[in-house]
């Protein structure tokens, strides 16, 4: 199998057991959630859902043991998820290539249905170990299902968001990452930027920037890594227009309104920078 092509599938904001918290924080930024996921695994989410990709709030209920994993993270964004159609050969293939993974691993949710009837969205998952970057979980992720996930009734928000456009990685030595995109995806999808590294990723890119690059680009708005080398640290979204992600944050304290972006400081999104841009 060639090395794979790297496609967002999802985006993961880890909530640990904030997850009230975090439901009603995005809920006010304008997004429309899918209800609450339990995932077999012992997880719960949220999903943003997008036109081919979507944002997940993940979390463990109060007292939860399935998991645990979630709580060795901080809360913010801390995951990076690619589409892959095989889990199986994915996997063969990545260590076929020297990429350490996990074994790929399978769990499902229940889906309650406009019309009340419950269906189980399934999936199955090959991930990176924990210790391959402090930045955060890189996976990837076969749907079982993509009916039960990426429905209308989800892809709609109120702040006109339609998908991720850009990921945004902030590292003191990005020079591992650099390495580690290309003998996932190969060198060819790594391209040097003004302020650092970006990995095209389908219509979106992963960027890999220093943490003043971080700072130019977001100023006060940005996370601070909580003492991290690397970490995820910023979101952008593409948006209907700005006009319309303007309206549904009219009420949310300390937005950053320019002539190009919207942007929503960390400390109101959960841990992570969120960029709308038309």
């Given at each position: 199998m060639p090395l794979p092509v790297p496609v967002f599938d999802h985006v993961v904001v880890n909530a640990q057991e904030r997850m009230d918290e975090a439901e009603a924080c995005y809920r006010r930024l304008g997004f429309t959630l899918t209800p609450r996921g339990f995932h077999t695994l012992g997880s719960i989410n949220h999903l943003a859902v997008f036109g081919t990709d979507y944002l997940e709030l993940i979390g463990l209920p109060p007292g939860g043991s399935g998991r645990r994993e979630l709580m060795d993270w901080p809360v913010g964004l801390n995951g990076l998820v690619f589409a892959t159609e095989d889990a199986d050969a994915l996997a063969a293939a990545l260590r076929q290539g020297g990429v350490s993974c996990e074994e790929p691993q399978s769990f499902s949710r229940p889906v309650v249905l406009a019309d009340g009837t419950a269906r189980d969205a399934a999936f199955r998952t090959v991930r990176l170990p924990g210790e391959t970057t402090e930045a955060g979980r890189l996976y990837f992720c076969a749907h079982a299902s993509r009916h039960l996930v990426w429905r209308d009734e989800w892809r709609?928000?109120?702040?006109?968001?339609?998908?991720?456009?850009?990921?945004?990685?902030?590292?003191?030595?990005?020079?591992?990452?650099?390495?580690?995109?290309?003998?996932?995806?190969?060198?060819?999808?790594?391209?040097?930027?003004?302020?650092?590294?970006?990995?095209?990723?389908?219509?979106?890119?992963?960027?890999?920037?220093?943490?003043?690059?971080?700072?130019?680009?977001?100023?006060?708005?940005?996370?601070?890594?909580?003492?991290?080398?690397?970490?995820?640290?910023?979101l952008e979204l593409r948006t209907a227009s700005l006009a319309t992600t303007a309206a549904a944050l009219h009420d949310v304290a300390d937005i950053h309104i320019g002539v190009a972006r919207i942007t929503v400081p960390a400390a109101a999104a959960m841990g992570v920078a969120l960029s709308f841009l038309p």
């Open positions: 709609r928000h109120a702040n006109g968001a339609l998908g991720v456009a850009r990921a945004v990685i902030a590292a003191e030595q990005p020079d591992a990452l650099v390495v580690l995109f290309s003998r996932l995806f190969g060198a060819g999808a790594i391209a040097r930027t003004d302020d650092g590294h970006r990995l095209a990723v389908g219509l979106a890119e992963v960027a890999v920037v220093s943490p003043a690059a971080l700072r130019r680009r977001y100023g006060t708005a940005a996370s601070d890594g909580g003492g991290r080398g690397a970490w995820m640290a910023a």
